[in-house]
């Protein structure tokens, strides 16, 4: 009888009211296999399983539904079980049956963990994101926490992950993780992002530590070695390489089970040219890990370059097999084959090279894949016949490679893979791989402690200083010769055997290539193999993180999505808020006491509490036809100054997603040219502009280093001052310029020649459209194959060229000219007026509530974005040149979210350039147009769009919030929708909501009840904070506010923080936390200082007076209460 087979799967009352204690919150916290306690609750919960499992089937066959409660108790009993198919069963069941479910925390978390399981890691963040947004002070919350910060690091976002990482560690609570392990993704991620040298300060900062696990302690060292034999800037050759076999050492003293390690050894000693040790730690490296390609392909360059083609042919082949995607031995399957005068088979792997793994293939592939079709395209029949027999009597082809008999090492060790046969199809071990090294987890989810055992798979290494190694003229290694057999033992002599009689076997088929044809250039890559590639960003894969499962697993039930957010369910009902807002302050803050045992969350929701957590929309139905898919963009084309200024072009511009403005400018007779960059340069030559450095691309689409087609839009930051741009934008003017010139007339004196020659017969010609570039709109576009990277033969690179952004003009005193100009406006375009939301926030937001200025060259590109808070746009080309607009209605949202979660990029904080025909095929319309200069683009709320400029010229831009209820409804969702995804909201809307009860009294009821909403929840969260302070016996000092001060966000999770502060000191700065943080770091709040910025008794009375004014009264009050006081110097808004 086996714990899983009770005799008796009855439960007792006293069993059934045990089980209920068993949920998801205990997954990774209790120990169900190596204790005696443990082993008596795996019993219980497996009875406990099978009870449920029967009172299913009794209800199925008396027709009945189940319980949605027996569901969920089940998932929770075969998730502890680590059944997870069973355990997405139960949870799948229970989603489609209690339409509360989602209100379930613990349900929510148990769910997340399983997509977890199945590499479903989009859905697991988003679940987890939803358990920390419904209940941040959740018992798990600091594994939530870490496990979104994984999710966030493997997809390279690792300013989110650190925020996650930084939460979890500062957390005091209990956790399944420790905190030993999460410094380590810390040190790990520097190493993703290439700082070697603070990574290397936090590994060793971790390994002084004294309770750290061995486990922990193996992977830091082994990071170490392996930084320390890759960064030349460690030091000379022989120094990195000696310390970095130190630092190994030692990882495999703390774990000597861990393959990775004896794996980086190996490299080592191959750099020092002691092959000996070098094959010894290979060897070592397959008895202690599973399915490693690299190590086999390692061996695979061993063997090639000791003139054993057949061995180093048997590795690849096992490299290949356990890894189909591994470019490094395809790549060396083809230079053994060329090698060996096998120009086919070498075609064929070097094919494979470029088309199973593009990300990370050598460009110079490209280019002998070019060569090699070139020779075998010029051979006719007979002698592609003798170059097919002359096979027979070399290597084998490729085909008959996979069914040669594969060693006995990898027959033992290899679990799940494919031993001999064609390649596996789907496997991929590399994507699960972690670089530049391992860590301890696996299965998309960071190893609980009190686990049996843990599950470690490889690393590719990084690129190191290969070239020294692949230069080494080996030979057969002397420990491998006859003479030497007897210091071997029995099992090295046999294999020794083995390898002298095909080392000479094989010497016979050493031959050089000499099929280059004298009209093909040589652009190979040299005859030398090359070491599996490190690519310094790639990251871990969820099959590394966890040691719940050894192999990637495929649910045996469909896995269940989260359900799509209809924008409805989130809309604020409005007899709620008005019976909440009917209440008094007082009566609010005496409704907090009987809400003292709730959890407090670090900001409030200033959503309805009956509302779901805001997501991404579906749809709209129905699908829209071909034609709908490319709409015309709203134009309108301002003829007189009375049209200019009529309420029906406010009007007319809020009602469409986008639209295009002309000739106002002229009508008004503003001066543009107050922002063009000469007028800046002789104003402020030496004010700050962000850079952006970007390759060009054709407006279209987007090319990765590999000319495939991607989303990603990839840049980096520098920064400059104004005069010097304009020196790079004249430049670059110049030169197109020239370069126009001189090809106009090299074609004019080819048009000379022409007609001056004697006529000649006419004569077709075919020109390819590959090799000529086209010219549009001032920009240089290659075609799309010259727009990405290789010498010759292969694709062009594209041009690195740098965009002027950000350029903040919101002083008033340097840039009076230019703000004064832009009074000019309608006043619900002006950057300051009191209709303005923005302009009641107290203090500058850049870009939001002030000028920015973008000075661009043809090509520059602003990345796919709504604006901040979903709010509206104004945008001006001041010209000469044009730009290039896409956008999309707000409705479709949330499937552009998704395309973004598809091509892997973040929709809030990823830059990315969605392609048209991704959109089309999405069936998302798209509206495209061009912004000649002068013109005004006006971005109504929640409209996603992207901006290329086409020519040489500057923009300026800047956000406005109307006072109208949709504008604030989509602002409010926006804000709740970012703490959901934890990205900060740089709009404090409840200190704006605050400042608009203060100085706007509004005849809009909707409007004013929403306001009035936020303000409620905002006192009901200051009246519950003080009464927990209170109750803690915690003081709160008073520290009050000035008007212009910025408000303050939490500097764990970058919440809002409003009214009371929670102020400790880090690193000698006082920094300040929200409520949730605080208490995280310390129940008890030691070390924190508590400050008071308003006095409950004025936002009482500001919350009281704020009522519905009649509307004559309207203008006078908003005028009159404008917090935004320009001084007598500045422009003065207009009202």
């Not at 949920?23 to 609750?41: E, H, P, R, V, W």
């Not at 390649?423 to 994507?431: K, V």
Request: charged share 20%; proline share 6%.
């Amino acid at each position: 009888m086996t714990l899983e087979q009770p005799l008796d799967n009855e439960l007792t009352p006293a069993e059934m009211e045990k089980l209920k204690s068993f949920d998801s919150t205990l997954y990774g916290q209790i120990d169900l296999f190596n204790t005696a306690d443990g082993s008596a609750k795996r019993l219980l919960l497996v009875k406990g399983a099978q009870s449920l499992e029967n009172e299913l089937i009794r209800s199925t066959k008396l027709n009945t539904p189940p319980s949605s409660t027996l569901l969920c108790s089940l998932g929770h009993i075969q998730l502890l079980l680590e059944d997870f198919p069973k355990a997405m069963s139960a949870y799948q069941k229970y989603y489609n049956m209690d339409q509360t479910c989602e209100q379930n925390i613990n349900f929510l978390y148990g769910l997340g963990i399983v997509y977890s399981h199945f590499n479903q890691d989009q859905w697991a963040m988003q679940t987890f994101q939803q358990v920390l947004y419904l209940n941040p002070t959740f018992v798990r919350a600091s594994d939530v926490h870490f496990r979104i910060g994984i999710i966030r690091k493997n997809n390279k976002e690792y300013e989110t992950a650190t925020k996650h990482f930084r939460i979890a560690l500062n957390d005091s609570s209990s956790s399944a993780f420790l905190k030993a392990e999460v410094r380590f993704h810390g040190a790990h991620m520097f190493e993703l992002q290439g700082d070697n040298k603070q990574a290397k300060l936090l590994y060793e900062q971790l390994l002084q530590g004294t309770s750290v696990p061995d486990q922990i302690r193996a992977n830091a060292y082994r990071q170490l070695g392996w930084m320390y034999h890759s960064d030349e800037s460690f030091g000379d050759l022989e120094r990195r390489e000696l310390t970095a076999i130190e630092y190994l050492r030692k990882s495999i003293d703390a774990d000597n089970t861990n393959g990775q390690s004896w794996y980086y050894l190996g490299r080592c000693y191959s750099t020092l040219n002691k092959v000996h040790d070098a094959f010894v730690s290979y060897r070592q490296s397959i008895d202690k890990s599973e399915a490693s390609a690299d190590t086999w392909c390692s061996i695979g360059i061993l063997y090639q370059q000791q003139n054993q083609p057949m061995d180093a042919l048997q590795a690849y082949i096992c490299a290949v097999q356990l890894e189909k995607t591994h470019t490094a031995a395809w790549t060396n399957l083809g230079l053994l084959y060329e090698a060996n005068s096998q120009p086919q088979d070498a075609l064929a792997c070097f094919q494979n090279a470029r088309n199973t793994n593009p990300d990370s293939v050598n460009p110079n592939v490209t280019s002998r894949i070019t060569v090699l079709s070139t020779q075998l395209s010029k051979l006719n029949t007979q002698q592609l016949k003798e170059v097919i027999m002359a096979q027979k009597h070399t290597l084998p082809c490729i085909n008959e490679a996979f069914h040669l008999p594969i060693p006995a090492e990898l027959t033992s060790r290899q679990q799940g893979g494919v031993v001999g046969g064609a390649p596996p199809q789907g496997y991929n071990a590399c994507s699960a791989g972690l670089s530049p090294g391992a860590s301890m987890l696996s299965n998309g989810q960071p190893s609980p402690k009190k686990r049996r055992t843990v599950n470690r798979k490889k690393a590719e290494p990084k690129p190191g200083d290969v070239a020294q190694f692949m230069n080494q003229q080996m030979q057969l290694p002397a420990y491998l010769q006859p003479q030497n057999a007897a210091s071997l033992t029995p099992q090295q002599q046999a294999a020794a055997h083995q390898m002298r009689q095909q080392f000479f076997a094989q010497q016979q088929y050493q031959i050089s290539l000499n099929m280059q044809p004298e009209d093909v250039p040589d652009t190979s890559i040299e005859r030398q193999p090359v070491y599996p590639k490190d690519d310094p960003a790639k990251v871990l894969h969820p099959s590394e993180l966890s040691a719940i499962k050894q192999e990637v697993v495929t649910p045996a039930y469909p896995v269940i999505s989260p359900r799509p957010s209809q924008r409805q369910s989130n809309k604020l009902n409005q007899n709620e808020t008005k019976t909440c807002i009917a209440m008094t302050a007082r009566e609010i803050l005496d409704k907090c006491k009987d809400q003292s045992k709730e959890p407090i969350k670090g900001s409030p929701n200033i959503l309805s509490d009956k509302c779901r957590p805001p997501l991404p929309p579906p749809c709209p139905e129905p699908p829209l036809s071909p034609e709908q898919l490319t709409p015309s963009t709203p134009t309108i084309t301002i003829e007189c100054k009375k049209d200019a200024m009529s309420s029906d072009l406010q009007r007319i511009s809020m009602g469409q997603p986008i639209v295009l403005v002309k000739n106002l400018a002229t009508v008004l007779r503003m001066n543009l040219g107050l922002f063009s960059t000469k007028t800046l340069v002789e104003t402020a030559p030496d004010h700050p502009c962000e850079v952006r450095t970007q390759r060009l691309f054709n407006v279209e689409e987007t090319l990765d280093a590999q000319g495939q087609k991607t989303w990603k839009q990839e840049s980096t930051r520098t920064t400059t001052t104004i005069a010097k741009y304009a020196h790079y934008q004249a430049s670059s003017f110049q030169e197109s310029l020239a370069a126009e010139t001189g090809k106009s007339k090299e074609q004019f004196q080819k048009s000379l020649a022409k007609s001056s020659a004697a006529p000649q017969p006419t004569q077709v010609k075919t020109v390819s459209t590959t090799s000529a570039t086209q010219v549009k709109g001032g920009v240089s576009r290659d075609s799309d194959s010259d727009s990405s990277s290789s010498s010759s033969g292969g694709k062009k690179k594209s041009k690195m060229i740098k965009f002027g952004t950000n350029v903040d003009l919101s002083d008033r005193h340097k840039w009076k000219d230019q703000l004064v100009e832009l009074h000019k406006l309608p006043k619900w375009l002006n950057v300051t007026w009191a209709g303005n939301g923005l302009s009641h926030l107290g203090h500058t937001v850049l870009g939001m509530n002030s000028v920015q200025l973008y000075m661009k060259i043809p090509g520059c590109r602003t990345p796919a974005h709504q604006e901040n808070l979903n709010l509206c746009s104004v945008n001006f080309n001041i010209g000469p040149g044009d730009c290039e607009w896409f956008a999309i209605p707000d409705q479709y949202w949330g499937e552009l979210y998704r395309l973004c979660q598809k091509n892997n990029v973040d929709y809030l904080s990823g830059a990315y350039w969605p392609l048209p025909e991704d959109l089309f095929k999405a069936k998302i319309p798209l509206y495209r147009f061009t912004q000649k200069p002068g013109d005004m683009v006006f971005i109504s709320p929640g409209a996603p769009h992207w901006v290329q400029a086409t020519g040489w010229c500057n923009n300026i831009a800047w956000n406005t919030a109307p006072l109208d209820v949709d504008v604030f409804k989509l602002a409010i969702e926006r804000y709740e929708f970012n703490k959901l995804q934890s990205y900060k909201s740089i709009v404090p809307m409840v200190h704006l909501c605050w400042n608009l009860a203060k100085n706007v009294k509004l005849k809009d009821e909707a409007l004013h009840s929403l306001i009035k909403y936020v303000c409620m929840k905002s006192l009901q969260h200051t009246g519950r904070i003080e009464n927990l302070m209170s109750s803690k016996g915690k003081h709160i000092v008073w520290h009050g506010r000035q008007d212009e001060d910025a408000p303050h966000y939490c500097f764990s999770c970058e919440l809002e923080v409003f009214n009371i502060l929670f102020v400790r000191e880090v690193e000698k700065q006082h920094v300040v936390y929200c409520i949730d943080c605080a208490l995280k770091i310390s129940p008890i709040l030691d070390g924190f200082v508590i400050l008071r910025e308003h006095l409950t008794d004025s936002l009482s009375q500001t919350y009281d007076s704020y009522e519905l004014q009649s509307e004559s009264a309207v203008s006078e009050v908003v005028h009159s209460l404008l917090t935004f006081n320009p001084q007598p110097s500045t422009p003065q808004a207009v009202h």
